[in-house]
C-alpha cells in the first residue's frame, strides 16, 4: 500500500502546482493593461481577458465560441484579417493597425500585436493577439493631417524651425517664394536658405522673441536664384 499512496501523493502534488500556476496566470492576464485575445486555428475565441472585454463592450461569453473576425472586424476587411491569420500557421509574427468593432456597432482603432501560439511540441494550435486602443493617437494623426492640408493652400510663406533654427516645416507658400522644394529646405538651416539676418544671433528679430515671443517687421531676403526679396514677417515663438 505504500507505493499506492506515495503515487496518489504525487498526483495530487502536481494537480495543485498546475492548478497554482494557471491561477498565476489567469492573474498575470487579467491585470494587463492591453487586450488580449487568444484563438485557435479557425480564430475561435479560447480566452479573452477583461481589457478586451472592455474595450469591446461583449461579455465573456459572447466572445468565447465564436470567430474572432466575424464579432470584430468590419465586414470589407474580413479577407485580409484572414490572410494574417494564415500567416500565424507559417509561425510568423506581425504588428498591425486596424479598425475593432464593438458591440453597439462603433469602432475604434488598434495596434495589434499577433503572435503564433503553439504547444509544447512547438506545432502551432492558434493565435495570441495584445490590441492597444490607439483612437487618441489616430485622431491627433488625422488633425496634424488636415492641419498640413490645410497650410499647404495657404499662399503666405509659412515656416517653422526647431530651436537650432533647423527647418521643420516649409508650406507651398514657401516654395513659391523662395524657390526651394520642402525636400530642399527641410532640416537646413534657415538662414541659408533666406540668407538674411533674420533670426540670426544677436539680430533684432531674435531679441524680440526673447522679450515679447513675437517680432513683426520688414526684412531683406534671397531667392535660391539669387535675387533679393523684401518681405514682410510674423515670427512667433512656440
Keep these: 500500500f505504500v507505493p499506492l499512496m506515495r503515487d496518489v501523493g504525487l498526483k495530487k ?4 502546482a498546475l492548478r497554482d500556476s494557471e491561477a ?17 486555428l479557425d480564430d475561435v475565441v479560447q480566452i479573452v481577458n477583461a481589457r478586451m472585454l472592455a474595450l469591446t463592450g461583449f461579455a465573456d461569453s459572447e466572445m468565447k ?22 500567416h500565424r500557421s507559417k509561425g510568423i509574427t506581425e504588428r498591425f493597425e486596424a479598425r475593432l468593432l464593438r458591440k453597439d456597432g462603433s469602432s475604434f482603432w488598434a495596434e ?3 503572435s503564433p501560439l503553439c504547444d ?5 494550435i492558434g493565435t495570441l493577439r495584445v ?10 494623426e488625422e488633425r496634424l493631417k488636415f492641419q498640413a492640408d490645410v497650410l499647404s493652400h ?19 507658400g514657401a516654395e513659391e517664394l523662395y524657390g526651394f522644394k520642402f525636400y530642399e529646405a527641410l532640416h537646413r538651416r534657415l538662414r541659408e536658405l533666406v540668407h538674411g539676418d533674420w533670426l540670426a544671433h544677436g539680430s533684432p528679430s531674435e ?9 513683426r517687421g520688414e526684412s531683406t531676403h534671397r531667392h535660391k536664384s539669387g535675387y533679393e526679396l523684401g518681405v514682410e514677417a510674423s515670427v512667433r515663438k512656440l
Excluded: M
Design 131 to 140: 490590441a492597444n486602443d490607439i483612437s487618441a493617437r489616430k485622431q491627433d
Design 24 to 40: 498565476r496566470l489567469r492573474t498575470v492576464v487579467e491585470s494587463l493593461g492591453e487586450g488580449l485575445l487568444v484563438t485557435d
Design 112 to 114: 495589434i500585436n499577433a
Design 120 to 124: 509544447p511540441g512547438g506545432v502551432v
Design 65 to 86: 465560441g465564436r470567430r474572432a473576425f466575424e464579432l470584430l472586424l468590419p465586414p470589407e476587411e474580413c479577407g485580409a484579417s484572414l490572410n494574417r491569420h494564415q
Design 13 to 16: 502534488l502536481t494537480e495543485r
Design 154 to 172: 495657404v499662399t503666405e510663406a509659412i515656416i517653422a524651425v526647431d530651436n537650432e533654427n533647423l527647418v521643420n516645416y516649409w508650406n507651398h
Design 207 to 215: 531679441n524680440a522673441l526673447e522679450v515679447a515671443s513675437v517680432w
